[in-house]
């Protein structure tokens, strides 16, 4: 069982739909990372958490500590938001492990 | 400024080839990495450097061998790939990468290197 499971693998939704992306770990953590990546390229780092909140834009992460979980959301979709989501934890010292990632498109 | 830049964006080497992959940083941090990104997986961790010495290095073979000249630049010497080396190499650097705190680490877009 891998330490970090995100669900689901795939997603396909219409433009304007509310997107949920979870994220299951199962050791114990110091943070949460959301990441985003693009066809072909590089990573862009979207939340680091720790507990409760964050929002940025249309996105929304949470995460709940207690049950080691956390889900990242997309308000309004949109067809550029098509990527690959990664949810990574912040394990032993400076190493993150990182989910299978879930690919998101959005369709027009 | 708040990016990794790495060079080059593209690399096809030969198996006898020697050469590099280059990773630059001016956000004043002090810890950087090296991943490997095989297609629709996630990120492998290869090696870590702090303080510009090496802290991690994930059991990864010999014929890669990573340098931080400075703590700006990090580089990664490639010597007698195999095709099965192919793949997205990712740089990615973070504030300090100690255990205490959690950092953000800020990815570079990679390299995509194949080997022939």
């Known amino acids: 069982k891998n330490e970090v499971e995100q669900s689901p693998q795939n997603l396909t939704a219409q433009e304007g739909e509310f997107i949920t992306i979870n994220c299951s770990y199962s050791v114990g953590i110091s943070a949460l990372h959301w990441l985003q990546q693009h066809p072909g390229g590089g990573i862009v780092s979207l939340f680091m958490?720790?507990?409760g909140k964050k929002k940025h834009g249309r996105l929304i992460a949470t995460i709940n500590i207690q049950e080691k979980h956390s889900s990242l959301h997309i308000t309004a979709s949109h067809p550029r938001d098509s990527a690959v989501y990664i949810c990574a934890v912040r394990g032993g010292a400076q190493k993150l492990v990182f989910g299978q990632g879930t690919r998101l498109t959005i369709n027009p | 400024d708040t990016e990794v830049t790495q060079t080059p964006k593209h690399l096809v080497m030969g198996m006898t080839n020697k050469k590099s992959l280059k990773c630059e940083q001016h956000?004043?941090?002090?810890?950087m990495y090296w991943y490997k990104q095989k297609a629709k997986k996630p990120p492998e961790l290869m090696f870590v450097y702090s303080y510009e010495k090496l802290s991690i290095n994930e059991s990864v073979p010999s014929r890669f061998s990573p340098e931080c000249p400075n703590s700006s630049l990090l580089n990664l010497h490639l010597h007698a790939l195999q095709p099965e080396d192919s793949a997205l190499y990712l740089c990615?650097?973070?504030?300090?990468?100690?255990?205490?705190?959690?950092?953000?680490?800020?990815f570079g877009p990679g390299t995509r290197l194949t080997v022939l």
């Open positions: 956000m004043g941090h002090r810890a």
């Open positions: 958490l720790s507990s």
């Open positions: 990615a650097s973070s504030q300090e990468g100690g255990g205490g705190g959690a950092d953000t680490q800020y």
